[in-house]
C-alpha cells in the first residue's frame, strides 16, 4: 500500500516548530510494511489541505493520513478541508477513535478526527499529537486494507 501522509501545523509549516507526528506516522506506517509515497507539511489553511489531499490522491496513494487540525481551536481546519472534497464521510473510523481514545484520556471526546473517500483514496484525520495520532491509527488499522481497496475501485463517471 502506498500513503501520503500530511502534517498540517502553522508553526511547523513555518520552521518555527519541528514536526514530530509526521515522522512518528512515518514510522508506524513502515512497521506495517507500508510504503511512503509523499510526505508534506503545511500550515492550518483549508485551500492548502485540500491541495495536498488531492495531489497525494493523483500520485497513487491509496491512504492519505493527515495529522494535526483536528481540534477545536479556531485554525483546527482538518475536518473541514476534507469535508469539501470528500466523495463520502465514513463515520465509524472517527467514531472507533474517539471511543478507544476516550478510555486513555477523556479530553479525546474533543477530537473530530475523520475517515472519508477523497477520488480514489482513504483519508484519515488523525490527531496532532504524535502518541495519539499512532494510537488512533493502531484502533482502525484492521479496516483499513479494506476501505483502501473499496475506494481504489471507486467507479468514475464519465
Not at 501545523?9 to 520552521?15: E, K, M, N, T, V
Request: hydrophobic share 45%; glycine share 12%.
Amino acid at each position: 500500500m502506498t500513503v501520503g501522509i500530511l502534517t498540517i501545523s502553522d508553526r511547523a509549516s513555518a520552521g518555527i516548530y519541528e514536526d514530530h507526528g509526521g515522522p512518528a506516522l512515518r514510522k508506524a506506517c513502515e512497521g506495517y510494511g507500508w510504503n511512503i509515497g509523499a510526505e508534506a507539511i503545511v500550515p492550518d489553511d483549508i485551500e492548502r489541505i485540500r491541495q495536498s489531499v488531492l495531489s497525494f490522491s493523483a500520485q497513487g496513494c491509496g491512504l492519505i493520513l493527515t495529522t494535526g487540525g483536528t481540534g477545536v481551536a479556531d485554525r483546527d481546519v482538518t475536518p473541514e478541508a476534507i469535508r469539501g472534497i470528500m466523495r463520502v464521510e465514513m463515520p465509524g473510523f472517527g467514531e472507533v477513535m474517539r471511543m478507544k481514545s476516550f478510555e486513555i484520556t477523556p479530553n479525546a471526546i474533543l477530537s473530530r478526527s475523520l475517515a472519508a473517500i477523497v477520488q480514489s483514496s482513504l483519508v484519515i484525520a488523525l490527531p496532532g499529537k504524535p502518541a495519539g495520532a499512532v494510537e488512533c491509527l493502531s484502533f482502525v488499522r484492521g479496516a483499513i486494507d479494506h476501505a483502501v481497496k473499496l475506494a481504489m475501485h471507486v467507479p468514475t463517471s464519465c
